[in-house]
């Protein structure tokens, strides 16, 4: 059973930044595969960045230049920082953990981009 637990979310201005990180526990981190996914108001969850045991990245078109994910294996964290805001990256922010084949999730975090 694998345990994450989101921070970092808040309310910031349009251009702003802000940094979100996922702390896993209950699984070999360093083999898993680690991602963030958002999910906004009325709109399916959609990924926003990835990152593999290997730490190849892949950002979604939208977030491109904009965001960076990185994790740190000795700290069982995903991070997610997040740079350049727009309104439209309002969204609940939720970590997702591959581990052995099965897919976990965390209890999300909210983010409000004000314009």
């Known amino acids: 059973q694998v345990q994450l637990v989101e921070s970092g979310g808040g309310l910031v201005q349009a251009g702003g930044s802000l940094r979100l990180s996922c702390a896993a526990s209950?699984?070999?981190?360093?083999?898993?595969?680690m991602g963030w996914y958002r999910q906004a108001p009325g709109k399916e969850r959609e990924v926003v960045a990835t990152v593999t045991s290997g730490f190849t990245t892949n950002y979604a078109d939208s977030v491109k230049g904009r965001f960076t994910i990185s994790r740190d294996n000795t700290r069982n964290t995903v991070s997610l920082q997040m740079n350049s805001l727009k309104p439209e990256d309002t969204a609940v922010y939720f970590c997702?953990?591959?581990?052995?084949?099965?897919?976990?999730w965390g209890q999300g975090t909210q983010v409000t981009v004000s314009s």
């Open positions: 997702r953990c591959i581990a052995s084949g099965r897919v976990y």
């Open positions: 209950g699984s070999i981190f360093s083999n898993n595969h």
